[in-house]
């Protein structure tokens, strides 16, 4: 059985267990006497885990600041309301599904559960229970990703970074991420082409105010200034996702119908007989690859196909789109 095989296995085991969201109610509730108790350990059903790929079983009543944050966590915020309501729920029915943690050095460190946890020392809880499992980096942080994956309400840019820390740190290729967590590999390349974006975009993403819909639809615009103006535009006319791309294929195409700026007036004429087909690939090609693209041909029907990059970052992006490895993601992500 492969490496990749084995780890799918276990991440399904892992994360097949019941979830913060939903915890099943108790049978009674709690004696009111002494105030924040701390929990007895929860009876956990048993996972199926591959045979050649155990994690240890060991379990553990732990102190909840001997439990060190998870370095790959690609949550950055917590909603305080989730938290406190998560920690009212703990009181009354205890926590249903231990936390994970690593052994580094002669500490403890988190791999999931960071809600529960908080959630814990918000009820006033000394200590949890906790699973201990063996893990290196690379699998805490595939593990961390994943679970966060599944989650609604993180956003699209903090998912984004999580995969371009994994790229980085691991000297990784999207295809190798996405065959490792089990996931498309078009969803990890469409989240990263959001770091594409300006800043002011991706604060906006981040904040709720636009959706990943809307800020896919500004990519072919290519200049962060366009980019910008239209984001404005989408908080202040309320534009629907359809109603973007409708904008942004107007405004690409006008600007793929004048003349190249500073060219000569043979360069002119050329670029003002294109053409609508040669126009209308150029608009597909601009929409499917999020960057300007010139085609130019000539009187005898041959030509080339030009296309724009602003970075390093883009550069690869473009590659990866456009490699044998990924042709069917690009036409997917199209």
């Given at each position: 059985?492969?490496?990749d095989?084995?780890?799918?296995?276990?991440?399904?085991?892992?994360?097949?267990?019941?979830t913060?969201?939903?915890?099943?109610?108790?049978?009674?509730?709690?004696?009111?006497?002494a105030?924040?108790?701390?929990?007895?350990?929860?009876?956990?059903?048993?996972?199926?885990?591959?045979?050649?790929?155990?994690?240890?079983r060991?379990?553990?009543?732990?102190?909840?600041?001997?439990?060190?944050?998870?370095?790959?966590?690609?949550?950055?915020?917590?909603?305080?309301?989730?938290?406190?309501s998560?920690?009212?729920?703990?009181?009354e029915?205890?926590?249903?599904?231990?936390?994970?943690?690593?052994?580094?050095?002669?500490?403890?460190?988190?791999?999931?559960?960071?809600r529960?946890?908080?959630?814990?020392?918000?009820?006033?809880?000394?200590?949890?229970?906790?699973r201990?499992?063996?893990?290196d980096?690379?699998?805490?942080?595939?593990?961390?990703?994943?679970e966060n994956?599944?989650?609604?309400?993180?956003?699209?840019?903090?998912?984004?970074?999580?995969?371009?820390?994994?790229l980085?740190?691991?000297?990784?290729?999207?295809?190798?991420?996405?065959?490792?967590?089990?996931?498309?590999?078009?969803?990890?390349?469409?989240?990263?082409?959001?770091?594409?974006l300006?800043?002011?975009v991706?604060?906006l993403?981040?904040?709720?105010?636009?959706?990943?819909g809307?800020?896919?639809a500004?990519?072919?615009?290519?200049?962060?200034?366009?980019?910008?103006?239209?984001?404005?535009?989408?908080?202040?006319?309320?534009?629907?996702v359809?109603?973007?791309?409708r904008?942004v294929?107007?405004?690409?195409?006008e600007?793929?119908?004048?003349?190249?700026?500073?060219?000569?007036?043979?360069?002119?004429?050329?670029?003002?007989?294109?053409?609508?087909?040669?126009?209308?690939?150029?608009?597909?090609?601009?929409?499917?690859?999020g960057?300007?693209v010139?085609?130019?041909?000539t009187?005898?029907?041959?030509?080339?196909?030009i296309l724009?990059?602003?970075?390093?970052?883009?550069?690869?992006?473009?590659?990866?789109?456009l490699t044998d490895?990924?042709?069917d993601?690009?036409?997917?992500?199209?």
């Amino acid at each position: 059985m492969s490496k990749d095989r084995r780890l799918g296995r276990g991440l399904a085991a892992l994360l097949g267990t019941p979830t913060d969201e939903t915890p099943a109610p108790a049978a009674s509730s709690p004696p009111e006497a002494a105030p924040a108790p701390a929990p007895t350990l929860p009876r956990v059903a048993p996972e199926t885990i591959a045979d050649d790929d155990p994690p240890s079983r060991e379990e553990l009543l732990l102190d909840v600041y001997e439990i060190d944050d998870n370095p790959f966590q690609p949550r950055r915020e917590f909603s305080e309301p989730e938290i406190a309501s998560l920690s009212e729920s703990l009181k009354e029915h205890d926590m249903l599904q231990p936390v994970l943690v690593r052994r580094v050095n002669d500490r403890y460190q988190l791999i999931s559960g960071e809600r529960r946890l908080r959630a814990a020392i918000q009820a006033g809880w000394s200590k949890v229970p906790a699973r201990l499992r063996e893990a290196d980096d690379r699998l805490v942080a595939e593990l961390a990703i994943v679970e966060n994956l599944q989650r609604q309400d993180l956003n699209p840019i903090e998912k984004a970074l999580s995969f371009r820390r994994y790229l980085d740190e691991h000297g990784a290729k999207q295809d190798e991420l996405a065959k490792r967590l089990k996931i498309d590999r078009s969803t990890i390349a469409n989240l990263m082409r959001l770091l594409e974006l300006p800043d002011q975009v991706q604060q906006l993403l981040s904040a709720g105010k636009v959706t990943a819909g809307h800020a896919r639809a500004l990519l072919p615009l290519g200049e962060e200034s366009l980019q910008i103006d239209f984001c404005e535009s989408i908080i202040a006319s309320g534009w629907s996702v359809r109603e973007t791309e409708r904008q942004v294929h107007e405004r690409v195409a006008e600007e793929d119908a004048d003349p190249l700026t500073g060219s000569s007036s043979s360069s002119n004429s050329r670029a003002n007989n294109k053409s609508h087909q040669i126009t209308s690939l150029e608009t597909t090609l601009r929409h499917a690859l999020g960057t300007k693209v010139e085609i130019r041909q000539t009187a005898r029907g041959n030509g080339r196909i030009i296309l724009h990059f602003k970075n390093n970052a883009e550069y690869e992006r473009l590659h990866d789109y456009l490699t044998d490895d990924g042709a069917d993601d690009a036409r997917r992500a199209a």
